[in-house]
């Protein structure tokens, strides 16, 4: 079989001693290897720190039968109903049944609490792997039917020296101060650094461009914008994201959230400002154009400030 050509893909960790960061979650995970059983979990954590590379560690350890749900994709209660009920209550003649349910976060209210009532009805044969950005997208029963486990990141050194030995075995020649630049950009994120790695790889030599040096620096340049807004701040904050060259836009509000006290004048504009991120990133869920959300949130905090 051919092997992956995608650096995420063929680097993803197999075992888990290849697992990056989370000693003690390792052990945690570990126990289970040992004991072939686990127990319904909730892995939750941002984007890329390896929530589903655990799920699949765990499920190439045990002897089981397992099913794969990306739930963005397949969001509904006709999915719990078909696909997790189905599979839940066939035979099988492994002693027992792991599915993973990846971006739980994005199932209905509805699919979750539907979920809810499989997971005790099959507990004595099928165990659940949900994964999730946000725990509090999902509700309170289910996360008191499963082990929460926070997956946080590994630091940058271990992130920077992970990334280094795939550039190695790949014969990729690299500037450190490139590669310093790359995590610094989309740290924890390692699965956008990697693919970033990839992308600007020219004739074995990591290439940085233009585009990730400006795009590194485009929060500072926004805060600026609002530390001194005048009638141009929002023709400024649109060109700025468009030069940025985003294509998440997650942690924009983030960003505006942790630097109130800087471009706000009393607690009366962040109370305000707070309410409105609130509802933009809600509304970011569906919304197919991301940046035009942004810029509607960014248009509101300069009225408030203004």
Same mark, same amino acid.
């Given at each position: ?6 650096? !995420? @893909? ?15 979650? /390792? ?6 290897? =040992?004991?072939? &059983? #686990? ?25 089981? $039968? ?7 994709? %397949? ?6 109903? &078909? /696909? ?9 003649? =492994?002693?027992? =049944? ?29 165990? *659940? ?10 509700? &309170? ?14 630091? /940058? ?11 190695? =075995? ?12 790359? !995590?610094?950009?989309?740290?924890? $994120? ?19 461009? &233009? ?13 600026? %914008?609002?530390?001194?807004?005048? /009638?141009?701040? *929002?023709?400024?904050?649109?060109? #700025? ?8 836009? @997650?942690?924009?509000?983030? *960003?505006?959230? $942790? ?15 707070? #309410?409105?991120? %609130? ?6 869920? *569906? ?20």
């Amino acid at each position: 079989m051919k092997e992956n050509s995608l650096f !995420v @893909e063929k680097y993803r960790s197999k075992v888990l001693s290849e697992y990056v960061g989370n000693k003690q979650l /390792k052990q945690i995970v570990l126990q289970y290897i =040992k004991n072939k &059983d #686990i127990q319904n979990l909730l892995l939750y954590g941002t984007p890329g720190t390896g929530k589903t590379t655990l799920a699949k560690i765990i499920i190439n350890h045990i002897d089981c $039968d397992s099913l794969y749900i990306n739930a963005s994709d %397949e969001r509904g209660i006709d999915t719990i109903r &078909d /696909k997790v009920q189905g599979f839940a209550s066939s035979a099988s003649f =492994k002693p027992l =049944k792991i599915i993973i349910l990846d971006e739980a976060d994005f199932l209905t209210i509805q699919a979750q609490a539907s979920l809810r009532n499989i997971i005790e009805t099959y507990s004595r044969t099928t165990r *659940f792997i949900l994964t999730c950005n946000y725990l509090e997208r999902i509700i &309170d029963p289910l996360q008191s039917r499963c082990q929460v486990l926070k997956i946080t990141p590994p630091s /940058k050194k271990e992130v920077a020296q992970h990334i280094s030995d795939i550039l190695y =075995k790949e014969y990729i020649n690299y500037e450190v101060s490139d590669l310093v630049l790359v !995590v610094n950009k989309h740290y924890p $994120d390692i699965r956008k650094i990697l693919n970033t790695c990839q992308v600007n790889n020219v004739d074995g030599k990591l290439v940085i461009d &233009d585009l990730i040096l400006t795009s590194s620096n485009y929060t500072d340049t926004i805060l600026k %914008e609002l530390k001194s807004v005048n /009638k141009n701040s *929002f023709k400024n904050i649109r060109q #700025i994201l468009a030069d940025s060259n985003l294509d998440d836009f @997650e942690e924009i509000y983030r *960003f505006l959230y $942790d630097n109130l006290d800087e471009y706000t004048k009393d607690d009366v504009q962040q109370a305000m400002i707070i #309410i409105e991120i %609130e509802n933009y990133m809600y509304h970011a869920n *569906f919304r197919v154009d991301k940046e035009i959300n942004v810029m509607a949130l960014i248009s509101k905090i300069l009225q408030t400030i203004q």
